[in-house]
């Protein structure tokens, strides 16, 4: 069975805590003893799993990035598909939330993608299997952790899948800097998913096609644009502020 790695000490206390059947082995720094590392290693112990210090070169060969000192080798995460889309709006909680990614092919957005989409309650992130960006070692380490919490569901037809959300009474809101209508004019409540394109490109035709509308975040610089995960951030946030204001 291959093997992939998930390193930094949020992204694997939350392996930990979650899905500490995943881990193989736990790799940590020879030498460091600081309290953020021995609580990871005190988890590991607790849940049976191997403990293997080394160098640190080796960990930097490991994980291509920043460790923080501990690296997981782990069996991968399973692949989400439609059919884990179709399960989850069998069972959709009152008012969900999602996010699709149409074009995002940056991992480190992706993670930053998925973080965001955590904190802001978001039930799935849903992205087309072509043209978008894997969920890798990277985009696992930027996430924090929430890569264990959100489902990332890659689908082989993006407007098929915006078709069976709506058939579910999921409303859907598309991102684009032409829309008439401003994020902060538009009603954000209710059953729905946000779209994001690609930065520069946007979203696909056929994906803007299949919006029930679009808004657009008011810029008030010089800069036309901002990158992705900040307007994902700003967009699923004056959701959750609508929301609450209706508590």
């Known amino acids: 069975m291959s093997s992939e790695v998930v390193f930094g000490l949020h992204a694997v206390r939350t ?9 193989k082995t736990l790799f940590v720094l020879q030498g460091r003893s600081d309290e953020s590392l021995q609580a990871v290693m005190a988890l590991a112990k607790a849940q049976g799993i191997s403990l293997q210090a ?9 994980a291509q990035g920043v460790h923080q000192g501990v690296v997981a080798e782990c069996k991968p995460l399973p692949i989400k598909d439609e059919r884990d889309l179709a399960k989850l709006l069998s069972e959709l ?10 074009g995002v092919t940056d991992p480190h957005n992706l993670g930053a993608c998925l973080r965001t989409a955590e904190a802001a309650g978001v039930v799935a992130v ?5 043209r978008s960006a894997p969920l890798n070692a990277t985009a696992v380490k930027v996430a924090c952790g929430a890569a264990d919490c959100v489902p990332y569901i890659q689908v082989t037809n993006l407007v098929r899948s915006l078709q069976t959300l709506q058939e579910a009474g999921v409303w859907i809101t598309g991102t684009a800097g032409e829309a008439e209508a401003s994020l902060y004019q538009a009603r954000l409540t209710g059953p729905m998913a946000l779209v994001m394109g690609a930065e520069g490109k946007g979203m696909r035709r056929l994906t803007r096609d299949h919006c029930d509308h679009l808004v657009k975040i008011p810029m008030a610089g010089q800069i036309s644009s901002l990158n ?20």
């Open 15 to 23: 392996l930990l805590e979650r899905e500490p059947a995943r881990i």
């Open 54 to 62: 080394c160098q640190r070169k080796r960990l930097d060969d490991m």
């Open 93 to 102: 909680p009152d008012n969900p939330l999602f996010l699709i990614l149409d």
């Open 126 to 130: 849903i992205a087309p299997k072509d």
């Open 228 to 247: 992705v995960s900040v307007a994902t951030g700003v967009c699923l946030f004056e959701i959750v502020r609508q929301r609450s204001a209706q508590l």
